[in-house]
């Protein structure tokens, strides 16, 4: 969130290999740390904190990169670079899971290479794997990756990135003024969306355990492989975009896309009469928890089903009668959920590449590198808040709320894009370089 302003910063004005190097390398060197902290005698935890924290900031050179892709792409190129990067991401967080789990063949005792003091366990094999593919990426960007900036319509031109070049080597499709507003409204439209798929993300785990009577270990194999699947999906609606944009733009895309997540969060909303079943372990002298006037009138036939277990020694399941919302909320069935899993699959990606071609487009040729920036740190202040949503308002008040509330925040989403539609146009067809149906 903090370190993605500052990299689009600093690319705007120096050779992109620099901050692309700088902050890999520090996610090799926090990579690196973490598999060593076992070794200090005292504090060990706030190594590790640091090291995830190094990893965060590293991580920052994704506004660095999609300024590249910005720059380096004509109009009717950038919607198919843009989704391309999009599903290269979505295959990564498909197959980190997927390594993460073949990384505990290795056991928790793993091997130990005295010489270094290096444990090589479950534990640290997955970061010094990361560190390993960190390498890997600095050694392509130094014999690979090359500055390259083509204007709007193509036309290869001068980049103020490339060695030995002035900042006033931009050419004239560059004169004229960024539209902010539209701008802002992108940045919203974005922590929004980001913001509703880190609560879906959330909420998967709890929200089974307590509709379904999943163990925690089931909550998390299943919902595992739910979201494995939904990545593919993400890559298939990658691709398609890539085809759809061109006939119907991206702001009617966009559209479809909040339209779609405002259903998936919809149907998530509680609507039958069976509750979900109860978890009392935490009952005491068999007594039941003060409950609200409302929940007083609920039937007594609802609860004469539910006992009290007489065995702890294994998990409880259900919904805790801790949080008092389980007395009276119909449970979400499971058709629900898988129909809502599919359809936010569906609608996440469209959103989330559109906005930012969107956004590229919008800031036209000008350096994209604050811009990109501050969009990354949106999204990231929006994943921040994803999992502070879900342990207020989904534990305290129940899922009845949590989405309806969601929803609304989707409806007025939709409502800011009806407000700016014509505003989320390229910069050059807002000067009347280029028409729109070249776009």
């Not at 609860?303 to 009290?308: D, V």
């Given at each position: ?204 785990t709890p929200l089974t355990m307590d509709m379904y009577s999943w163990t925690r270990k089931e909550a998390v194999f299943y919902n595992g492989i739910i979201l494995s699947v939904v990545g593919i999906e993400s890559v298939i609606v990658f691709m398609v975009v890539k085809m759809l944009s061109k006939k119907t733009g991206e702001r009617a895309i966009l559209h479809g896309g909040l339209l779609i997540v405002l259903v998936g ?175």
């Amino acid at each position: 969130m903090v370190a993605s302003p500052l990299f689009g910063l600093w690319s705007n004005y120096r050779p992109r290999r620099e901050p692309l190097v700088v902050s890999t390398t520090i996610s090799v060197a926090a990579n690196c740390l973490y598999a060593y902290v076992h070794l200090p005698h005292s504090h060990n935890k706030y190594y590790m904190l640091t090291a995830r924290a190094l990893v965060g900031f590293g991580a920052g050179n994704v506004a660095v990169v999609r300024s590249y892709i910005a720059g380096a792409t004509s109009l009717t190129e950038r919607t198919s670079a843009m989704a391309n990067t999009s599903a290269c991401q979505a295959v990564g967080f498909i197959l980190g899971p997927v390594f993460q789990t073949c990384f505990t063949l290795i056991g928790e005792e793993g091997i130990t290479w005295k010489l270094i003091h290096l444990q090589l366990n479950m534990y640290t094999a997955p970061v010094l794997f990361g560190a390993l593919l960190g390498v890997i990426n600095i050694i392509l960007i130094f014999a690979i990756f090359r500055e390259h900036r083509v204007d709007d319509m193509g036309r290869q031109c001068k980049s103020i990135n490339s060695e030995g070049e002035e900042s006033g080597s931009l050419d004239q499709d560059a004169e004229g003024n960024v539209d902010h507003v539209a701008v802002v409204a992108i940045n919203f439209l974005f922590f929004v969306i980001l913001f509703v798929f880190a609560v879906f993300e959330t909420i998967a785990t709890p929200l089974t355990m307590d509709m379904y009577s999943w163990t925690r270990k089931e909550a998390v194999f299943y919902n595992g492989i739910i979201l494995s699947v939904v990545g593919i999906e993400s890559v298939i609606v990658f691709m398609v975009v890539k085809m759809l944009s061109k006939k119907t733009g991206e702001r009617a895309i966009l559209h479809g896309g909040l339209l779609i997540v405002l259903v998936g969060f919809f149907i998530l909303l509680p609507w039958g009469k069976k509750l979900p079943n109860i978890q009392w372990q935490e009952i005491k002298n068999n007594s039941i928890p003060r409950t609200t006037s409302t929940e007083m009138l609920m039937p007594f036939w609802s609860l004469e089903a539910l006992q009290l277990p007489s065995n702890h020694t294994v998990e409880p399941v259900g919904c805790p009668i801790t949080q008092s919302w389980c007395l009276n909320t119909p449970m979400i069935y499971l058709a629900q959920y898988i129909s809502s899993d599919i359809l936010i699959g569906l609608g996440y990606p469209v959103c989330n590449v559109m906005s930012y071609t969107l956004y590229s487009k919008i800031l036209g040729p000008k350096p994209q590198g604050v811009y990109m920036g501050w969009l990354t740190a949106s999204g990231s202040g929006a994943r921040i808040l994803g999992p502070v949503f879900v342990s207020q308002i989904y534990t305290h008040l129940g899922p009845r709320w949590a989405f309806s509330l969601i929803c609304g925040v989707v409806v007025v989403s939709l409502l800011l894009l009806e407000v700016v539609y014509k505003r989320l146009i390229a910069f050059s067809v807002r000067y009347g370089r280029m028409q729109e149906e070249n776009c």
